[in-house]
């Protein structure tokens, strides 16, 4: 297998704020990677660095086998990047949105390709209203559109679904999973844990640094976390008992549930201890991705002071 | 009940200070404007051109005529900065605007001097702007009567306290009639073009990087010249537009004569075009603000109203303010314009201006695509 990205040691800094820190990543071809990781942890700049639009301080690195230093314009030419707010031209029309797209890309056959991607959006009988108009959904599903209207092999996208309705969103990664079965690449940041586990493969980045690398199931299995979970009445009110306790480094409420986790498993034992007691149920679950995360973000911030 | 909440008028307040008190263009806007306008209106602005270059065609060499060279120099409204041999070269240096003033002393004039019947002295005025000559025109009313005094001696010196032993004739070229309107209009052509010219391109790409677009801009295969001349060449028409406009308001409504010079003109057009578009360019890659666009703009457009001979006469400010005046480009776009227009100079005379305007250009593109940023470091 090929690799669409191959990057090693990249970093960023603005001013004297080291945005990513010596990030190394890779990412087969056909594969979905999601990008998680807290605001402000750099996500943005990476996905920039990765299609040209920022220059690393040092390192080096390869996307669709054209070096990210040297050959920005071939990159841009076969990539396809969803800004993290929409950055369409809400004053033009939605064709002309997409015919922009199409010239700037210098495609043949123009009108056929916006036309069949006006079908394929269901937008063809509004193709004449204006882009900013247009529903929070809609907006990033005809962004998608313009970005993967040139036919590119990697396609980055950024938090494309943030603040946008559940049924959009899964029209959108329906989307997004049917042009990875075509072959192309995708990188996608973004905040939400179900997303997170619609994509292949994970990446997890923290104060710059990434944390946690694979599959969902191997970034949850290599964070070396144990989870008690706690059922009856009212046991969600225990989170800020329990929190802040010695061994609990995360106590957090999962609807009437308590998911207490920890690294070190005779500590989080004694914390739970006193509340081993009726009404409550105890056991051992597996973490889920969020408690996985808020972890690594506590072990980054230890990292970070 | 209406919401009038005194905290949150000071939450605003408060953050609205917060934010200008960082802007330090705020103190530039703050500080220098007033400066400027200060120094230009208090000093820039002499109402009364002295010193103007002024060519000589002596077709005599004798006593009087270097005394009324004399009394010229000492009226110091003419510097005496050409000599010319021949009608031709005299009405060349006027033409091309070289010199204000051509003045033309007759072969025969100390004869007819002697002999009483009040010989004629021409003097033939750049009058495309009027108020540049006016105060040397009324200060030759006082020559016949003083210049030579002091010549007239022995059996002249009765002729001294009679009436004056010679006229001055002038003769104002171009604008025969002083109409202030000839000069302002062409000259607002000038600043029309660059304020829209200007302020348009400078805020069409900083409301790209304002709005995100600029992000996608820069994630296309789009180089930076592409950007550019897209960008640029619909201002292109709008400018064309604008010129006919002037133009047409000003043959029908104010009469402006056009006496030709048009290849002159459309060259002189397209370059001060082209170059204020690239300016609005140039000033965008700076502004990271629409905001911040407009004040840039506004800087370059206040001195080319003051400076370029637009508002007052280019020869009546001192000198530091004609060495600022030259480097700015509207200058050389209005004597362009105002040499077609009223003198129908030919390319031979707008060489000058229009090697400037060209300078303008490249100059202008070059730092444009300087400064333009390929990426978003
Ligand atoms: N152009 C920039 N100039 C200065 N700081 C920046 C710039 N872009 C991003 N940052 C800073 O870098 C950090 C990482 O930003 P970003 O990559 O956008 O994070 P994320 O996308 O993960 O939220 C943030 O603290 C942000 O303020
Ligand atoms: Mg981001």
């Given at each position: 297998m090929s690799l669409a990205v191959d990057v090693t040691g990249l970093n960023k800094s603005f001013g004297d704020k080291h945005v990513v820190q010596d990030l190394t990543i890779q990412l087969e071809q056909g594969r979905i990677c999601g990008f998680l990781g807290p605001n402000g942890s750099g996500k943005t700049t990476t996905l920039r660095m990765l299609c040209g639009l920022l220059t690393p301080d040092s390192g080096s690195g390869t996307a669709l086998g054209f070096d990210i230093l040297k050959q920005a314009d071939q990159i841009k030419r076969r990539t396809g990047y969803m800004t993290q707010r929409f950055s369409l031209y809400e004053d033009l029309t939605i064709a002309e949105n997409l015919e922009f797209a199409a010239r700037v890309h210098e495609l043949d056959r123009r009108r056929e390709r916006v036309d069949v991607a006006l079908t394929r959006l269901g937008l063809e009988a509004r193709r004449g209203q204006l882009a900013g108009t247009l529903s929070g959904g809609w907006k990033q599903r005809l962004a998608l559109a313009a970005a993967t209207l040139h036919e590119p092999?990697?396609?980055?996208?950024?938090?494309?679904?943030?603040?946008?309705?559940?049924?959009?969103?899964?029209?959108?990664?329906?989307?997004?999973?049917?042009?990875?079965?075509?072959?192309?690449?995708?990188?996608v940041s973004t905040h939400y844990m179900d997303e997170a586990e619609r994509c292949h493969e994970i990446a997890y980045i923290s104060y710059g640094r990434l944390m946690a690398r694979g599959t969902a199931q191997q970034v949850i299995d290599g964070s070396g976390l144990i989870?008690?979970?706690?059922?009856?009445?009212?046991?969600?009110?225990?989170?800020?008992?329990?929190?802040?306790?010695?061994?609990?480094?995360?106590?957090a409420a999962f609807g009437t549930a308590l998911h207490v986790s920890g690294t070190d498993r005779a500590a989080l034992e004694a914390a739970v201890k006193p509340y081993r007691r009726e009404p409550w149920r105890w056991r051992e679950v597996e973490p889920t991705l969020e408690d996985v995360f808020i972890h690594l973000m506590g072990a980054s911030q230890d990292n970070f002071q | 009940m209406m919401g009038f909440s005194g905290a949150r008028v000071m939450a605003v307040l408060v953050k609205e200070f917060k934010q200008l008190a960082r802007d330090r263009l705020t103190y530039a806007m703050m500080l220098a404007i007033p400066v400027v306008q200060l120094v230009l209106f208090g000093y820039a602005i002499n109402a009364e051109p002295r010193h103007l270059?002024?060519?000589?065609?002596?077709?005599?060499?004798s006593r009087y005529a270097?005394?009324?060279?004399?009394?010229?120099?000492?009226?110091?409204?003419?510097?005496?900065?050409?000599?010319?041999?021949?009608?031709?070269?005299?009405d060349r240096l006027i033409r091309s605007g070289e010199v204000q003033f051509a003045i033309t002393i007759p072969g025969d004039f100390s004869r007819r001097v002697a002999r009483g019947d009040k010989p004629q002295i021409l003097v033939e005025a750049d009058a495309t702007d009027p108020s540049a000559t006016g105060g040397a025109v009324a200060a030759l009313a006082a020559l016949p009567s003083q210049a030579l005094v002091h010549d007239l001696t022995g059996a002249m010196a009765a002729r001294a306290g009679a009436p004056a032993p010679f006229e001055v004739v002038v003769h104002r070229r171009y604008n025969p009639e002083a109409v202030t309107s000839y000069n302002i209009v062409p000259g607002l052509l000038g600043i029309i073009l660059s304020m829209t010219l200007v302020m348009l391109t400078a805020l069409s790409v900083t409301r790209e990087t304002e709005r995100?677009?600029?992000?996608?801009?820069?994630a296309t295969p789009l180089e930076p010249f592409e950007v550019m001349t897209g960008k640029l060449a619909p201002y292109v028409g709008v400018g064309l537009v604008q010129t006919i406009v002037v133009l047409l308001l000003a043959r029908f409504l104010f009469g402006v004569p056009m006496e030709g010079g048009w290849i002159g003109l459309i060259l002189g057009l397209s370059l001060f075009i082209v170059g204020s578009l690239a300016l609005g360019f140039l000033i965008s890659t700076a502004a990271r603000s629409q905001l911040q666009a407009m004040q840039m703009s506004f800087f370059y457009i206040l001195p080319s109203m003051l400076l370029s001979g637009f508002m007052f006469p280019f020869r009546g400010m001192p000198v530091w303010a004609q060495w600022l005046g030259e480097i700015i480009p509207v200058t050389h776009f209005l004597r362009v314009v105002r040499g077609s227009l009223l003198k129908g100079q030919g390319l031979i005379d707008q060489w000058p201006s229009l090697a400037a305007l060209t300078a303008f250009v490249l100059v202008v593109t070059a730092l444009a695509m300087i400064r333009y940023r390929r990426t978003l470091d």
């Open positions: 092999k990697l396609l980055l996208l950024d938090e494309p679904t943030a603040g946008v309705d559940p049924k959009a969103r899964r029209a959108f990664w329906d989307e997004i999973h049917a042009l990875a079965a075509e072959g192309l690449t995708v990188m989870t008690f979970r706690a059922e009856g009445p009212d046991a969600d009110r225990l989170a800020r008992e329990l929190s802040g306790k010695p061994g609990v480094e995360t106590a | 270059p002024t060519a000589l065609l002596v077709q005599e060499d270097r005394s009324m060279v004399a009394a010229l120099e000492n009226s110091r409204f003419f510097d005496l900065t050409h000599q010319a041999r021949s009608p031709a070269e005299l995100g677009t600029m992000e996608t801009l820069l």
